[in-house]
């Protein structure tokens, strides 16, 4: 079979490839490919460690994870619409480091090393020696930049790492030489690809890609498929079932399921131009995968991981570049194999079957470009901006040339105004206190050891699932002692202002920011406070 000029085998130890086999190269410069990209990928993940509190979903996630172990429940007195792993995770950073961005990012940073080392596998099998460096570059620069937001420990950041792995585990157990042991990889696969799904639900498309793969290439094709997706299912299920049990099985399918649509709705409008480009997208995905059926499997999995990810992601049409991550491995083994096209090969049977998966790529990629570019304006690509100001500004504040403060604000604004508060509370021994962070950034909660009442830690979760007149009734109702605002909330999720004004006190400001306390111990803080400065003085 004649491979297309792009996707041509150069050379491959993969007992399924077409091509004449490459000399297998000594295992130092084998070594060499993996370990040198994944010192740079540890080398970019370093000013990570030492980032600031700004992000407000890992706020949100490490909230849900604190309230989480100091008895909420999840799906029914903490809310989120992501599975409980990602929460265990969340809880073990804080377990081992409390609220730090250096325990929630250096998890992430193994997670993002494991898939480059299940990368590295994937990509010996299909490409060649020099080729196997180009990929592992691609995929230790993408994964650990704030390009794709690398840097963070998001799902996607977790969950790539299972991802990866579980189509290692495919790969292998369709070149099993026995049955049993092919079995035991496809259920090694499939415990991986639940381990994904119970990070974020997203994971499903990653399946998907993995089982149709199976069937196509597998000499057991369909029983390994089956034994991934049962496995797969069958632990998700087993995880999901206490939650069903205390939460009841309506909340958790709200959570997990229903609540997107909404979430979906607001963003994709129904109509010509938005669902044709999507539908050509997977019409062309279906024609793809049975014109190249015949492939070998190790050349078939990244087109499939790759066009499944890029339309299962951009079904919502959310223009958030962290969507991204998880393709970066499958990309990043295609980007590799990229080379000068000769247009005569096109006219053979290879360049044949290769043009509806290549189509179906580019079709998606086209709609990300549109969706980034139109979004520009608004920040969209606010992280290749952050990626050019990100090593130079922790450089300066190793040196000293940037100040506490700076750098902050190189991230996001409301980060210094919601540590302002912080500070404030922590002063006047109000730690502890009820509270409302009626701010996307909830990171308040957890570095004030603020109690919340409402049952999203993120103000624009209650906002979403409570709406604006029960929300504000209860932060009325439960009447908090602690409130605390940034300067982009104050309208955005309903007229808190007057509310405040009603019973509380406004104790510190800042241009991006408020704290207000509840006016009865407000009175007796800002009271208390001149003696305990005196007390201070006499005392030194």
């Known amino acids: 079979m004649q491979a297309a000029p792009w996707d041509r085998q150069v050379g491959s130890s ?70 409980p792993l990602l929460f265990w995770i969340y809880q073990l950073s804080l377990g081992l480091f409390g ?174 131009w938005t669902l044709m480009p999507r539908l050509l997208a997977g019409i062309l995905l279906v024609w793809g995968v049975y014109s190249a059926r015949h492939w070998p499997a190790a050349r078939l999995l990244p087109w499939v991981w790759l066009a499944a990810l890029l339309l299962a992601y951009v079904l919502p049409n959310r223009p958030y570049v962290h969507f991204l991550l998880p393709a970066v491995p499958a990309a990043a083994l295609l980007l590799a194999r990229l080379r000068r096209p000769h247009w005569r090969h096109w006219g053979g049977w290879a360049g044949l079957s290769l043009a509806p998966l290549l189509g179906s790529v580019l079709v998606v990629t086209a709609i990300w470009v549109t969706m980034l570019a139109a979004g520009f304006s608004s920040g969209t690509l606010f992280t290749v901006k952050l990626t050019a100001e990100y090593f130079p500004a922790f450089v300066g504040k190793l040196t000293g040339s940037l100040s506490a403060s700076t750098y902050v604000q190189i991230y996001d604004q409301r980060a210094s105004a919601v540590d302002d508060a912080v500070q404030w509370v922590k002063k006047n021994h109000l730690s502890g206190s009820t509270a409302v962070v009626w701010s996307p950034d909830a990171w308040a909660y957890l570095l004030g050891r603020l109690q919340p009442v409402l049952p999203g830690p993120t103000i624009y979760t209650d906002h979403l699932w409570l709406g604006q007149q029960e929300l504000l009734k209860r932060v009325q109702q439960e009447r908090p002692v602690v409130v605390i605002l940034t300067s982009d909330s104050y309208t955005q999720f309903g007229p808190i202002l007057p509310l405040l004004q009603r019973g509380y006190t406004e104790v510190e400001a800042s241009a991006q920011g408020e704290l207000w306390v509840r006016s009865d111990v407000a009175s007796r803080v800002l009271t208390a406070a001149p003696a305990r400065v005196a007390a201070s003085r006499s005392g030194n």
């Open 14 to 83: 993969h007992p399924d490839s077409k091509e004449l086999p490459v000399p297998v190269p000594q295992a130092w410069a084998r070594a060499r490919s993996l370990t040198v990209p994944l010192v740079l990928l540890l080398v970019l993940r370093v000013p990570s460690l030492f980032e600031p509190h700004w992000y407000t979903d890992e706020s949100g996630y490490a909230t849900t994870a604190w309230m989480m172990s100091h008895g909420k429940v999840l799906f029914l007195t903490v809310w989120n619409n992501k599975p």
């Open 99 to 272: 609220p730090s961005e250096f325990g929630l990012h250096l998890l992430s940073t193994i997670a993002e090393g494991a898939a480059l080392i299940a990368t590295w596998k994937l990509a010996r099998a299909y490409l060649s020696p020099a080729r196997v460096w180009v990929a592992m570059l691609l995929t230790a620069l993408f994964l650990a930049t704030p390009v794709f937001n690398g840097d963070l420990a998001l799902p996607e950041n977790f969950l790539v790492g299972c991802t990866a792995w579980a189509m290692v585990a495919l790969l292998a157990s369709a070149r099993a030489p026995s049955r049993p042991r092919s079995l035991l990889l496809a259920g090694a696969a499939g415990i991986l690809f639940a381990g994904a799904c119970l990070i974020q639900q997203t994971a499903l498309a990653d399946l998907a890609a993995g089982a149709v793969v199976l069937v196509l290439v597998g000499r057991r094709g369909w029983t390994l498929a089956v034994t991934t997706i049962l496995v797969s299912a069958v632990a998700v299920a087993v995880t999901i079932a206490p939650f069903v049990w205390s939460a009841g099985l309506h909340n958790v399918l709200f959570f997990l399921v229903s609540s997107y649509a909404g979430y979906t709705g607001t963003s994709l409008q129904l109509s010509f």
